[in-house]
C-alpha cells in the first residue's frame, strides 16, 4: 500500500510487522516498532511509476506468527541463514554502496546455507538528483545505518511457506558471441569472448555495445543479469553493479524496445501471482521510462539491486506466501 | 539421477527459482572439484533442500526420479 505518514504511523502503533520504503525524510518520523525499511523515493505503485518523498510503500506482512529485526556488517551477514526461522522467511534491505551490500553481492551465491532459507529483498538508494546516500532503519530500535544491513525474520504458520520469484524481461540469443571471466568480480579489465582474450572495455566500445544491456548468464534456466555500473576509459576497467562470475557463460541481452510492454507481456503468467513483496530495478524504471505504467500483479519499491537469496540486477523481484 | 545432474549428465529445470539456483550452484561447485567426496556433499545438500520443501517439490521429485 502506498500511503501518508500518518497512515504508516497509524499501522506501527497499531503494532502491525511492516515492511517500508520510502524517502529518508519521512522514515526518520516513524515511531518504534515492528518494521524495518530503506530509503528510496522512487516506487511502481498499482497506479504506475512515481516519484515521491511524501508517501511511503508499506508491506503488511500480516502472515507472519512470530517476527525478529537483526542488522548485520559484512562480518556476519550469513548469520541472517542462521537467524532466520525453520520455517520463515527473511527480508533484506543493505544500503547503496556500502561494504556489507558490495560482500553480500559477491559471496551470496558461494553461501551453503542461504537457498535453504527464502530471503528477499533489495539495496537501498536515494533521490539521484541529489547528494543524498542509502540508508536503512531497523524499526525496533529506530537506528539508521549507512553501513549495515537490516533483515526481518518472520514466522510462518505450519500449513504456509514462503516462494520467492523473479520477472527477467531481458532474454539472450543462444548463438551470440559468449563473454567469460576468469575470476569472480565486481570489476574487470579482460574478458574472454568466444574464448580470446581482450580487454573488455575496448570489446564494448568497438562493438557500440548499448551499455544500458545487462549481460546475461543461464542459472539453469533462470537468465540472471548482472548490469554495468561505468567503464573507465582510462583505466580500462568495467565496473558491474553484481558480480560476474568464473565459469559462467555471459551474452549481452537482446535490446527491449519497450520496457512497460514487455513487462506486461512477461506478466500475463503471473496473473494468479499474489505477492506479499515485490521490487523492481532503478535501471528498469530509468531505461524503461516506467514512471506513470503499472506493473500488475506487482507494486513496490524501485531498487538500487535486488535481492532473491542472491544479489540481482534490472530485475523484479517478488515473494509469495503459498500453502504446503 | 541427482548424480547425472550435478555432474551436467542430465538436465531439469524447475519452476522454482530456489532449486534451480541450487542446482546451477550444485554444477559449479562439482565442476571446479570433481572429487567422489564433493559430489556426496552436493547430494547432501540436495537432499537437504528437497526435504526442507518436499511438500511443493512433489513434481520435481518425481520428475527428478525419472532422468
Redesign the interface.
Given at each position: 500500500m502506498f500511503i501518508d505518514l500518518d497512515q504508516a504511523i497509524k499501522l506501527i502503533q497499531e503494532g502491525r510487522v511492516l515492511h517500508i520504503a520510502a524517502d529518508d525524510s519521512l522514515l526518520k518520523q516513524l515511531p518504534k516498532g515492528k518494521w524495518i525499511a530503506g530509503t528510496t523515493p522512487y516506487f511502481i505503485t498499482e497506479q504506475g511509476g512515481i516519484t515521491s518523498k511524501d508517501r511511503l510503500f508499506v508491506n503488511e506482512i500480516a502472515c507472519a506468527v512470530d517476527y525478529k529485526t537483526a542488522v548485520y556488517d559484512k562480518n556476519n551477514v550469513f548469520d541472517i541463514t542462521k537467524d532466520s526461522y525453520p520455517n520463515g522467511m527473511s527480508f533484506l534491505v543493505i544500503p547503496f554502496a556500502s561494504d556489507v551490500a558490495v560482500f553480500y553481492a559477491k559471496e551470496a551465491?558461494?553461501s551453503?546455507d542461504l537457498?535453504?532459507n527464502?530471503t528477499v529483498g533489495w539495496i537501498s538508494g536515494f533521490d539521484l538528483s541529489t547528494n543524498s546516500s542509502a540508508k536503512v532503519y531497523d524499526g525496533v530500535t529506530g537506528e539508521s545505518y549507512g553501513d549495515k544491513a537490516v533483515a526481518l525474520h518472520i514466522c510462518l504458520p505450519d500449513h504456509k511457506?514462503a516462494?520467492?520469484?523473479?520477472v527477467n524481461i531481458f532474454d539472450v540469443d543462444d548463438n551470440d558471441i559468449k563473454i567469460e571471466f576468469e575470476e569472480d568480480a565486481l570489476s574487470v579489465t579482460k574478458c574472454l569472448v568466444n574464448g580470446k582474450e581482450v580487454l573488455f572495455s575496448d570489446y564494448i566500445s568497438e562493438n557500440k555495445i548499448d551499455t544500458q544491456l545487462p549481460l546475461v548468464a543461464d542459472?539453469?534456466?533462470?537468465l540472471i543479469n548482472v548490469s554495468i555500473k561505468s567503464i573507465s576509459e582510462e583505466s580500462k576497467t568495467v565496473d558491474f553493479y553484481a558480480p560476474v562470475?568464473s565459469?559462467?557463460e555471459y551474452r549481452f541481452a537482446r535490446p527491449v524496445s519497450n520496457y512497460a510492454a514487455s513487462f506486461a507481456e512477461h506478466l500475463q503468467e503471473h496473473k494468479g501471482t499474489k505477492p506479499i513483496f515485490s521490487c523492481n530495478c532503478i535501471l528498469n524504471y530509468l531505461y524503461g521510462e516506467l514512471e506513470g505504467k503499472a506493473t500488475p500483479p506487482f507494486a513496490g519499491p524501485v531498487t538500487f539491486g535486488e535481492v532473491?537469496?542472491?544479489l540481482l540486477n534490472q530485475t523484479l523481484v517478488y515473494a509469495e506466501i503459498?500453502d504446503? | 539421477m541427482r548424480k547425472k545432474l550435478i555432474k551436467k549428465q542430465a538436465k531439469?529445470?524447475?519452476t522454482?527459482?530456489?532449486l534451480?539456483?541450487?542446482?546451477?550452484?550444485l554444477?559449479?561447485k562439482y565442476?571446479?572439484n570433481q572429487t567422489p567426496e564433493e559430489l556426496k556433499n552436493c547430494l547432501q545438500?540436495m537432499k537437504?533442500?528437497f526435504e526442507?520443501?518436499a511438500?511443493?517439490m512433489e513434481k520435481d521429485i518425481e520428475a527428478l526420479k525419472k532422468l
Open positions: 551465491p558461494n551453503n537457498l535453504m527464502p511457506i516462494s520467492l520469484g523473479i542459472y539453469n534456466s533462470v562470475f565459469g559462467k532473491a537469496y542472491q503459498i504446503k | 531439469y529445470e524447475s522454482n527459482l530456489g534451480n539456483l541450487l542446482i546451477s550452484r554444477q559449479r565442476s571446479a545438500e537437504a533442500f526442507k520443501y511438500s511443493i
